[in-house]
């Protein structure tokens, strides 16, 4: 089946810090890949996408790049700020065919707080 | 991007009871889906709507506990039947984007807690 897992939270970083929160995923298909981010008291917004092999998606400073061949998804930001504190979700979706087209796994969810 | 409009936001129910939840979107979508997030855990599906047929259930969610209506293509309910505090959890409704390697699109949740 498919899945999705993210590094263990929560992460704690001062501001200006450097962000990696790692996602790997497994897959019958070829998947879309996803993060999502939950603020508080929020739904989730989508983050950022990649939906073939190296593409790099970005948004907000956030940048994820789509590796095949280590089966990962790993979110990076180069300096955080205290408004990024919040639930990060890193997500699949397998394009074509099969029981799981059209849904979405999700990995477990990564906890950031960023301090002044 | 589709907008969606999920009511309530919350609400405190008693156990036994049931709670509806809607979800309005303001373009019409082939398929919509209703997730759980039980607190401090990840979004689990319970659900696919389509309009015009029966919900289809993940594994571990039964129509006589989570009954799902699609009127149209715009608009679907989820009913928590039968409230028990295990089902204190975020409810929250998703439609896809403009095809769906532009990622799904999420109501704001309904936060519920059952006493």
């Known amino acids: 089946g498919n899945s999705v897992t993210q590094m263990e939270g929560p992460v704690t970083l001062s501001e200006e810090a450097f962000l990696t929160i790692n996602c790997t995923y497994t897959?019958?298909?070829?998947?879309?890949l996803f993060w999502y981010v939950q603020y508080p008291g929020e739904g989730l917004q989508l983050l950022l996408k990649?939906?073939?092999?190296?593409d790099k998606g970005s948004n907000k400073g956030f940048e994820a790049t789509y590796r095949k061949e280590t089966t990962s998804f790993h979110l990076e930001k180069g300096s955080v700020q205290v408004s990024d504190s919040a639930v990060y979700f890193c997500?699949?979706?397998?394009?074509?065919?099969?029981?799981?087209?059209?849904?979405?796994?999700f990995g477990q969810g990564t906890i950031l707080t960023v301090h002044p | 991007s589709a907008v969606i409009s999920q009511k309530p936001s919350r609400d405190i129910c008693q156990r036994g009871t049931s709670l509806t939840i809607q979800c309005q979107v303001d373009?019409?979508?082939?398929?919509m889906f209703w997730y759980r997030q039980q607190p401090g855990q990840s979004l689990t599906l319970i659900a696919t709507?389509?309009?015009?047929?029966?919900?289809?259930?993940e594994s571990g969610f039964v129509i006589d506990k989570f009954p799902i209506s699609r009127p149209n293509l715009t608009f679907s309910t989820l009913t928590v039947s039968n409230m028990s505090p295990e089902d204190s959890s975020i409810y929250l409704c998703?439609?896809?984007?403009?095809?769906?390697?532009?990622?799904?699109?999420f109501g704001s949740g309904t936060r519920l807690t059952v006493v």
């Open positions: 998703s439609v896809e984007g403009v095809g769906r390697i532009y990622g799904y699109t």
């Open positions: 897959a019958t298909g070829y998947p879309s």
């Open positions: 990649a939906t073939k092999a190296d």
């Open positions: 997500a699949l979706i397998i394009g074509a065919g099969g029981t799981s087209y059209g849904k979405l796994t």
């Open positions: 373009s019409q979508v082939t398929m």
């Open positions: 709507a389509n309009q015009g047929s029966e919900a289809t259930y």
